[in-house]
């Protein structure tokens, strides 16, 4: 096991499974990429849920401050996560 636990439960959002649950740490990406995902709420210490995955590197269905919404691919790989 490693002992250095700084990186042990760090994830992109595109890498959780479904039904886990985490806080977000940072959201990467330029300005427009931030600023969309501030507009939906998800802003870092903000809790989130995966519910569903699509396959094929399709969109990824999460709850965030109690509301369902789905992102794509591109702006959830921006999304960096720590596991609850």
């Not at 002992?3 to 959201?27: A, C, P, R, Y």
Request: proline residues 4%; charged residues 25%; glycine residues 10%.
């Amino acid at each position: 096991m490693n002992q250095n636990n700084t990186n042990e439960n760090k994830f992109f959002l595109t890498d959780m499974e479904e039904n886990q649950e985490g806080i977000i740490i940072s959201v990467l990406g330029g300005r427009m990429a931030t600023k969309r995902l501030a507009d939906l709420g998800l802003t870092p210490k903000t809790e989130i849920k995966v519910f569903k995955k699509a396959p094929f590197s399709g969109p990824v269905m999460i709850e965030v401050r109690g509301s369902k919404l789905i992102i794509g691919l591109g702006l959830a790989s921006k999304i960096l996560v720590k596991l609850k």
